[in-house]
């Protein structure tokens, strides 16, 4: 399988990651690329955006959707910032994603109404594309409950960092999802984020059977799918691992029942020697008359014990 999966920078996901630069080797089948924090940094403008999206992801088959960072100090500034997120939107034809995080010094204020005028602005240049969100769990003072209410916004991406804190999955599930699904947002709409590192000292990337654990126990929620934060914290034996699994997200294939036919043909057992027939199985499915008998009889004769016999197809 492949999962989204969150670029910061280019200097820390690229040149100091330890995984090969070439993403078509990778676990990528999305990237969520970092492109502005805020009116004070404009890490790039939205030409810059559609250049990284239709010039250097999707050739390589990788989709690619925008990401940043907000704080609304005010109305006015939201409005603006909300401006700008719409623009890089339009530019990549794919939802602007919102990092919500609950630290005023740097993130999101918390201003009541400022979440509306966000949305507003947004939805002046954006062309029609919706709006993501990506709110850390611990969210006192995001006001979530006026962001639900805006209609431009369709995804959210909670940040679920469980496993980089040591602790449950289940309680950053319960406080990083269930304040949306009480708010009256479908569990359809919710992807969470899992953590590519390890908060202690130590090993910097989540192990491989964490990975593998954790995006197997979303699936099993019935979550729609989940990316993971981000490409420069990951292993290449991460991404090995991730290579490696079934997708548990995707539906299981449908399984076609055996064909009927109106003249089913029997398989019979007979022991050699005696002339009556015993009747071990059924396999209307299956058509023997181009086995030639000196296989099945090996084949049969493998899977008895003691007895030998021989096979005799009736129509």
């Given at each position: 399988m492949?999962?989204?999966?969150?670029?910061?920078?280019?200097?820390?996901?690229?040149?100091?990651?330890?995984?090969?630069?070439?993403?078509t080797?990778?676990?990528?089948?999305?990237?969520?690329?970092?492109?502005?924090?805020?009116?004070?940094?404009?890490?790039?403008?939205?030409?810059?955006?559609k250049?990284w999206?239709?010039?250097?992801?999707?050739?390589?088959?990788?989709?690619?959707?925008?990401?940043?960072?907000?704080?609304?100090?005010?109305?006015?500034i939201?409005?603006?910032?909300?401006?700008?997120?719409g623009?890089?939107?339009?530019?990549?034809?794919r939802?602007y994603?919102?990092?919500?995080?609950?630290?005023?010094?740097?993130?999101?204020?918390?201003?009541?109404?400022?979440?509306?005028?966000?949305?507003?602005?947004?939805?002046?240049?954006?062309?029609?594309?919706?709006?993501?969100?990506?709110?850390?769990?611990?969210?006192?003072?995001?006001?979530?409950?006026?962001?639900?209410?805006?209609?431009?916004?369709?995804?959210?991406?909670?940040?679920?960092?469980?496993?980089?804190?040591?602790?449950?999955?289940?309680?950053?599930?319960?406080?990083?999802?269930?304040?949306?699904?009480?708010?009256?947002?479908?569990?359809?709409r919710?992807?969470?984020?899992?953590?590519?590192?390890?908060?202690q000292?130590?090993?910097?990337?989540?192990?491989?059977?964490?990975?593998?654990?954790?995006?197997?126990?979303?699936a099993?929620?019935?979550?729609?799918?989940?990316?993971?934060?981000?490409?420069?914290?990951?292993?290449?034996?991460?991404?090995?691992?991730?290579?490696?699994?079934?997708?548990?997200?995707?539906?299981?294939?449908p399984?076609?029942?055996?064909?009927?036919?109106?003249?089913?043909?029997?398989t019979?057992?007979?022991?050699?020697?005696?002339?009556?027939?015993?009747?071990?199985?059924?396999?209307?499915?299956?058509?023997?008359?181009?086995?030639?008998e000196?296989?099945?009889?090996?084949?049969?004769?493998?899977?008895?014990?003691?007895?030998r016999?021989?096979?005799?197809?009736?129509?």
């Open positions: 492949k999962v989204p999966i969150f670029v910061w920078t280019v200097r820390a996901d690229y040149t100091e990651a330890r995984i090969p630069v070439d993403d080797l990778g676990a990528m089948s999305k990237v969520f690329f970092k492109v502005n924090d805020g009116l004070e940094y404009q890490t790039y403008t939205a030409e810059d955006t250049q999206a239709d010039d250097v992801y999707r050739p390589q088959g990788i989709d690619f959707q925008p990401w940043g960072v907000a704080r609304g100090w005010n109305l006015e939201a409005r603006k910032e909300g401006h700008i997120a623009e890089h939107a339009a530019a990549a034809q939802p994603i919102l990092d919500l995080e609950p630290y005023k010094e740097s993130y999101w204020q918390g201003i009541p109404g400022t979440a509306h005028a966000f949305c507003d602005g947004y939805a002046e240049t954006a062309e029609g594309q919706r709006l993501d969100l990506c709110p850390d769990a611990r969210n006192p003072g995001l006001l979530l409950q006026e962001w639900v209410a805006e209609p431009v916004v369709d995804r959210i991406h909670p940040q679920l960092y469980a496993t980089a804190y040591g602790e449950s999955l289940d309680l950053w599930i319960r406080k990083g999802v269930k304040p949306f699904l009480d708010l009256g947002v479908s569990l359809s919710i992807f969470p984020v899992l953590a590519g590192w390890y908060q000292p130590g090993e910097p990337s989540i192990s491989p059977d964490d990975i593998e654990r954790d995006i197997k126990y979303l099993s929620m019935a979550f729609p799918g989940c990316s993971i934060w981000r490409r420069g914290s990951i292993s290449p034996e991460v991404v090995e691992r991730i290579l490696a699994m079934t997708d548990p997200f995707l539906p299981a294939p399984v076609t029942p055996p064909p009927t036919t109106t003249d089913p043909l029997k019979r057992l007979v022991p050699i020697g005696k002339p009556e027939t015993a009747v071990v199985s059924e396999m209307p499915w299956f058509d023997w008359s181009d086995v030639p000196e296989r099945i009889m090996t084949t049969v004769q493998t899977i008895t014990t003691k007895q016999v021989r096979i005799v197809v009736d129509s």
